[in-house]
């Protein structure tokens, strides 16, 4: 059984909406489904019932709230002392990092920061959304990396997390260029002539902020759905064969740009189909850090490694962050 399993019936138990859970774990509701459908079958009892709205647990899915609740507080106690007996390198710096940021700003952000504040050593910790965030709330890391945005916020305290900006991020429509050098595809689209569209899986982040990014859109976007995939790589990939229009992360794209292997798809008098999103680093504060974890690696790493630890990257980041 994977442990993921009891997670979303957790969040199922919760919310009551198979929509809702889907959303906040980041995942497909299609996907959110066959998980609950084999943690049914690992259990060999129905744990939901499908029937009554909003959803309710069965006898059966009660019982199994109440061990899963336990079960699982009991997996993160005993990961975190066997986190704290860790013998790797002590001056590693973790990072968590949402997959589509791990794959186009971290490469280049390690870059610029190694050149002005020095020689670190890293670990990246690739996950969807939720788990990197997770990692953080757990203290599996020291530093997550997320996208911001009003409209999506990560729901983290603010009493307990600090977080600094490390710049902006915007998302637009790319698509391959014709030997003109024009896209092959050019929006809007037209009713009758939809645009084959690349686009996110529901409940992906990116996907939630095109949606945002097509409601407030100052003309009706005409597209067909051809594709889809919870990695903006993947759309990058198939954007660059020409297979359609994907909206993209500027720092997935800027060398396809130099190298007119994309272009934008977005004429010059729809100047609103894109969006900022800011990157911000976030950390557990630490009188909530030593407090919870007095032989945390990030503890270790202070009085260990003074110079280049998780906290003097932190100081480093407050002032320098934002022009990196």
Known sequence: MDTKWLEDFVSLAETRSFSRSAQLRHVTQPAFSRRIQSLEAWAGSDLVDR?????????????LHDQALEVLQALQTTRAMLRGHATTAQDVIEFAVPHTLAFTFFPAWVTALRAS???????????????????????SCDLLIAYHHPSQPNQLDADRYEMV???????????????????LF???????????????????????MVEL???????PIHFDRVYETDMAEGL??????????????????RKDLRAHKLVNAAPPELKDLS????????????????ASKPGSQAARQAQDNPKHNAQALWDYLLVHGGSL
Not at 213 to 219: D, G, P, R, V, Y
């Open 117 to 139: 504040f020095g020689p670190i050593k890293s670990r990246l910790i690739a996950l969807n959304v939720h788990d990197a965030v997770m990692r953080l709330v757990e203290g």
């Open 236 to 253: 990058r990939a198939m954007a660059l064969e020409g297979h359609g229009v994907a909206f993209l992360p500027l720092s997935a794209v």
């Open 51 to 63: 029937s009554s709205y909003p959803t309710r647990l069965t006898p059966a899915g009660e019982t």
């Open 213 to 219: 990014i097509l409601k407030h859109s100052s003309a």
């Open 186 to 208: 050019k929006l809007p689209g037209k009713a009758g002539h939809p645009l084959p569209y690349l686009g996110y899986a529901q409940g992906a982040y990116l996907g939630q």
């Open 165 to 183: 900006s490390l710049g902006e991020e915007t998302v637009a429509p790319y698509a391959k260029p014709d030997e003109h050098g024009n896209p």
């Open 275 to 290: 969006i900022t999103m800011e990157v911000r680093a976030y950390r557990e504060r630490p009188a909530h850090r030593e």
